[in-house]
C-alpha cells in the first residue's frame, strides 16, 4: 500500500480531523488510499502553535490511513479560502506548499505501527493490523 511520510505536528493534525489538505512542491496524479507515516522530525516551533488542541505525537509510526481524491495547484485565493476555514491550521508553515493533496476518508489507528519512513509516496510492504 501506498504510503507518506509526514513530519510532526502535521500528520497527527491529519489523522486528528484538522487538516483536510497536505502541501508539497510536487504534483501527485495518484488517487486512493494512503498510509500516514508520522516522521521521525518533530518541527517543535509549530508544537506550540497548535498546543490548545492537546495533540499526542507518536514519531516514527504508520498512525492512520486517508484517500488522496485531489491535487490542487495552489493560488492566493485558496490559501486565502483555506484560511478562512483554519488560520491556524492553514497559516504559513516552514515549507514550500505549491500543491494540495486533498484528503478524504482520514481513519486513525488505535494502535500505530512501527516504520520506518521514506521520501516521496513509497510501498509499505508489512501488515495493517
Known amino acids: 500500500m501506498k504510503?507518506?511520510?509526514?513530519?510532526?505536528?502535521?500528520a497527527t493534525l491529519i489523522i486528528e480531523g484538522y487538516k483536510k489538505y497536505e502541501f508539497r512542491s510536487w504534483k501527485t496524479n495518484y488517487r486512493g488510499k494512503i498510509l500516514i507515516h508520522s516522521g521521525?522530525?518533530?518541527?517543535k516551533d509549530m508544537v506550540d502553535r497548535f498546543k490548545e488542541y492537546n495533540l499526542n505525537y507518536n514519531?516514527?509510526?504508520i498512525i492512520g490511513e486517508a484517500?488522496?481524491?485531489?491535487?490542487i495547484l495552489v493560488t492566493k485565493e485558496f490559501n486565502e479560502n483555506l484560511r478562512k476555514i483554519n488560520s491556524l491550521v492553514y497559516a504559513k508553515s516552514n515549507h514550500e506548499e505549491n500543491f494540495a493533496w486533498k484528503l478524504e476518508n482520514i481513519k486513525k489507528y488505535d494502535k500505530p505501527i512501527p516504520c520506518k519512513g521514506?521520501?516521496?509516496?513509497?510501498?509499505?510492504?508489512g501488515e495493517i493490523l
Request: with cysteine; glycine share 8%; net charge negative.
Open 3 to 10: 504510503a507518506l511520510t509526514i513530519k510532526e505536528p502535521w
Open 40 to 43: 521521525l522530525t518533530l518541527e
Open 59 to 61: 514519531c516514527g509510526y
Open 67 to 71: 484517500e488522496i481524491v485531489d491535487c
Open 118 to 125: 521514506k521520501l516521496g509516496l513509497w510501498n509499505y510492504e
